[in-house]
């Protein structure tokens, strides 16, 4: 099974930036995709963004396509999440998840971290 750790979460200011981490770990590893979804108080988790492992493609989410970017590190089993011009609205716990099926929008996601609270004040 496939452990995942997220980092990087913190408190910005609106505007700010923050730069989020996944690394993959185990015995194996031959992942599809990554993606990062977020859950915020009183919300359904909702998919952010996602890349394909082997290629890069990415997909965004409509409320962050042009200010968040992710990306991949392939000798690193690392995924990236940049988000920049930060707003409240982001607030929210980020989750790194993968899975081994085909596909990389929605949450038919098979892996998870645990998860990094990401705080934006006004």
């Known amino acids: 099974q496939v452990q995942l750790v997220e980092s990087g979460g913190g408190l910005v200011q609106a505007g700010g930036s923050l730069r989020l981490s996944c690394t993959a770990s185990?015995?194996?590893?031959?992942?599809?995709?990554m993606a990062w979804f977020r859950q915020a108080p009183g919300k359904e988790r909702e998919f952010v963004a996602g890349i394909r492992w082997t290629g890069g493609s990415t997909y965004y989410a409509d409320s962050v396509k042009g200010r968040f970017t992710i990306s991949r590190e392939y000798g690193k089993n690392t995924a990236y999440l940049q988000m920049n011009s930060l707003k409240p609205e982001d607030t929210a716990v980020y989750y790194c998840?993968?899975?081994?099926?085909?596909?990389?929008?929605?949450?038919?996601?098979?892996?998870w971290g645990q998860g990094t609270q990401v705080t934006v004040s006004s």
């Open positions: 998840a993968t899975r081994e099926q085909s596909g990389v929008v929605g949450d038919l996601y098979n892996n």
């Open positions: 185990g015995r194996t590893f031959s992942a599809y995709a």
